[in-house]
């Protein structure tokens, strides 16, 4: 038997590991993988007591012309815990995410552009824009060439030390970040763009108090 690829790409940009993949009961393909750590020394790992985690799970599905769509899997919206308040200044929207906890989604419209920054008080944790004359999504300088018929939606989830993203719909982007201390920050949401830009977020309800699944 041969393998012979139709189509080529990436899963994820980022720290996303050893993806594998399983149908659920409904025949659904759902994925999972292993977020590593980033610039993290073997002393802070064992300092820490864990290293790593699991992702969420994303359901991948195919266009009818066998390109792959990557989704966050609906259950997930079970954790969400309340939707989070934005405030305007000028042509941005802000929400902020209390202890780097919670839920984003930023959705544009073909033809217009926008950018959307994820911050941790002056340090730059994830940057995207939205480029309308080339209907391409920019993720801290990485390109993603849209399909004429997706629409610039970003889809992040934060907690902790890590942001699992989602860009239209086609590719992942995961990515740590660290902080001194045991307190989690936090994270500065800014979406700016046309009047009609949409920008919504929820709290997550943690796995657990220390958002640890075994103790340290």
């Given at each position: 038997?041969?393998?012979t690829?139709?189509?080529?790409?990436e899963?994820?940009?980022?720290?996303?590991?050893?993806?594998?993949?399983?149908?659920?009961?409904?025949?659904?393909?759902?994925?999972?993988?292993?977020?590593?750590?980033?610039?993290?020394?073997?002393?802070?790992?064992?300092?820490?007591?864990?290293?790593?985690?699991m992702?969420?799970?994303?359901?991948?599905?195919?266009?009818?012309?066998?390109?792959?769509r990557?989704?966050?899997?609906?259950?997930?919206?079970?954790?969400?815990?309340?939707?989070?308040?934005?405030?305007?200044?000028?042509?941005?929207?802000?929400?902020?995410?209390?202890?780097?906890?919670?839920?984003?989604?930023?959705?544009?419209?073909?033809?217009?552009?926008?950018?959307?920054?994820?911050?941790?008080?002056?340090?730059?944790?994830?940057?995207?824009?939205?480029?309308?004359?080339?209907?391409?999504?920019?993720?801290?300088?990485?390109?993603?060439?849209?399909?004429?018929?997706?629409?610039?939606?970003?889809?992040?989830?934060?907690?902790?030390?890590?942001?699992?993203?989602?860009?239209a719909?086609?590719?992942?982007?995961?990515?740590?970040?660290?902080?001194?201390?045991?307190?989690?920050?936090?994270?500065?949401?800014?979406?700016?763009?046309?009047?009609?830009?949409?920008?919504?977020?929820?709290?997550?309800?943690?796995?657990?108090?220390?958002?640890?699944?075994?103790?340290?």
């Amino acid at each position: 038997m041969r393998f012979t690829p139709k189509k080529k790409g990436e899963l994820d940009w980022g720290g996303f590991y050893a993806p594998k993949t399983q149908l659920d009961a409904a025949g659904r393909r759902i994925l999972w993988g292993w977020i590593q750590e980033k610039n993290r020394s073997d002393a802070q790992m064992r300092a820490s007591g864990w290293s790593g985690m699991m992702s969420l799970p994303r359901l991948l599905s195919l266009d009818q012309d066998g390109t792959l769509r990557i989704r966050e899997l609906p259950q997930i919206a079970s954790l969400r815990d309340g939707e989070i308040k934005s405030s305007h200044t000028g042509d941005t929207t802000n929400v902020v995410l209390s202890h780097a906890n919670g839920e984003v989604v930023c959705i544009g419209q073909p033809g217009r552009d926008f950018t959307l920054s994820i911050r941790a008080g002056t340090n730059e944790l994830m940057m995207v824009n939205y480029v309308a004359a080339t209907h391409t999504l920019v993720a801290d300088g990485k390109h993603i060439s849209l399909e004429p018929t997706d629409t610039p939606r970003v889809h992040a989830f934060v907690d902790a030390s890590v942001i699992e993203m989602i860009l239209a719909e086609r590719v992942g982007y995961t990515k740590r970040f660290y902080y001194p201390g045991k307190t989690a920050p936090s994270i500065d949401v800014h979406a700016k763009g046309w009047s009609g830009l949409s920008l919504k977020a929820w709290k997550i309800e943690p796995i657990s108090s220390d958002r640890l699944t075994t103790t340290a």
